[in-house]
T-cell receptor
Framework: NAGVTQTPKFQVLKTGQSMTLQCAQDMNHNSMYWYRQDPGMGLRLIYYSASEGTTDKGEVPNGYNVSRLNKREFSLRLESAAPSQTSVYFCASRSGTDYGYTFGSGTRLTVV | AQTVTQSQPEMSVQEAETVTLSCTYD???????LFWYKQPPSRQMILVIRQEAYKQQNATENRFSVNFQKAAKSFSLKISDSQLGDAAMYFC?????????FGKGTKLTVNP
């Protein structure tokens, strides 16, 4: 089925460890996004890529890096995980024609 | 910066009755899109309804309808004939691409 695929779905890290969250879409969308969701805070934008080859900071970029590997893939990296990065992470992509956003199923990350 | 405010952290409704969720937003743009997303416990983000700012007619999708007041920057969601399956977090969101900005959400409980 067409959509946005995120891996992994769950992850537990120790403080200071690094990891990369993977995201891929097969809808030929130009724009891709990474959000984090915390209780009572809604979804907050971490980074986005308006088109292949470009990335920009969102509302809460500190502690994260991103790579737009190609048109399909947009990864999020935590270089040195901190407990404050415990959250649910969503990847999304956007259609350039009707501005429809499609979300992945999320990654629950716990940093201990 | 664009902001989205949902003033009701929690709402409850009796099954088969009608409930309205509130949303206000702040923007200086004239062309934009507004959305309501539903997030059940599965955490999947499900698009409920969307509204293009240039359209005066309020959007409807089966039991879901919006009251879009552009001058007041208000975008409320009305759920008619509420069902147990409507219980979820509901997020109001705004976009004037490339960014999609969310409110903090309203938790809707449906009582049998």
């Amino acid at each position: 089925n067409a959509g946005v695929t995120q891996t992994p779905k769950f992850q537990v890290l120790k403080t200071g460890q690094s990891m990369t969250l993977q995201c891929a879409q097969d809808m030929n969308h130009n724009s891709m996004y990474w959000y984090r969701q915390d209780p009572g805070m809604g979804l907050r934008l971490i980074y986005y890529s308006a088109s292949e080859g470009t990335t920009d900071k969102g509302e809460v970029p500190n502690g994260y890096n991103v790579s737009r590997l190609n048109k399909r893939e947009f990864s999020l990296r935590l270089e040195s995980a901190a407990p404050s990065q415990t959250s649910v992470y969503f990847c999304a992509s956007r259609s350039g024609t009707d501005y429809g956003y499609t979300f992945g199923s999320g990654t629950r990350l716990t940093v201990v | 910066a664009q902001t989205v405010t949902q003033s009701q952290p929690e709402m409850s409704v009796q099954e088969a009755e009608t409930v309205t969720l509130s949303c206000t937003y702040d923007t200086s743009e004239s062309d934009y899109y507004l959305f309501w997303y539903k997030q059940p416990p599965s955490r999947q983000m499900i698009l409920v309804i969307r509204q293009e700012a240039y359209k005066q007619q309020n959007a409807t999708e089966n039991r879901f309808s919006v009251n879009f007041q552009k001058a007041a920057k208000s975008f409320s969601l009305k759920i008619s004939d509420s069902q147990l399956g409507d219980a979820a977090m509901y997020f109001c969101a705004y976009t004037s691409p490339p960014k999609l900005v969310f409110g903090k959400g309203t938790k809707l409980t449906v009582n049998p």
